[in-house]
C-alpha cells in the first residue's frame, strides 16, 4: 500500500462561497500515481466545509438559501454572546455538512457523477486563507 499528502490553498472571500476544487483533487489523484484506493480531503478549521454539489448557477443559490432557513445568521447564537465572533451561525452550518470527503480511487479515477463536483464551503464570515489536506492510499 501507497500513501500521498498534498494539499490544496485556497483564498476565500467570506460566507457564503462555494468554490469547485474537483479538478485540484483530480490533479492529486494523478500526482499520486494510485490506481485503486481511497482520497480524501479535509479542511483544517471549523468554519470551512467540503460536500459535493451540481456547480449551476440555480444551486449555488438554494445552497445558501437553505443554510440560512437552518442556521440563520440573525438567530441568536451562545456561541457569538461568549465570543463576539459574530460566526455562530457558520460553526453550526460547516458542522453539519462536515470538514472532509472521502472518495474512491477507480482505475486512476474518480466515480463522479456527470452533475456531481467537489466543493468547499466557505461559510466564515470574513475572507480567509483555507488549507485542505489531501491523502491518498492505496495500490499502484
Ligand atoms: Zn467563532
Sequence with gaps: M????GEITLETKGEPQIIDITSEVEGHVESSGIKSGLITVFVT????????????PG?????PAAFERFAPREAVYEHHLRWQDGN??????????GPSLTIPI???RLP???????VF??????????????QVIGEK
Design 2 to 5: 501507497t500513501t500521498y499528502s
Design 45 to 56: 478549521g471549523s468554519t470551512g466545509a467540503i460536500t459535493t454539489l451540481e456547480y449551476e
Design 59 to 63: 444551486l449555488l443559490k438554494d445552497l
Design 88 to 97: 455562530g451561525h457558520s460553526h453550526v452550518r460547516a458542522a453539519i455538512i
Design 106 to 108: 477507480i482505475k486512476r
Design 112 to 118: 463522479l457523477g456527470t452533475w456531481q463536483q467537489i
Design 121 to 134: 464551503l466557505e461559510l466564515d464570515v470574513r475572507p480567509r486563507q483555507r488549507k485542505l489536506i489531501v
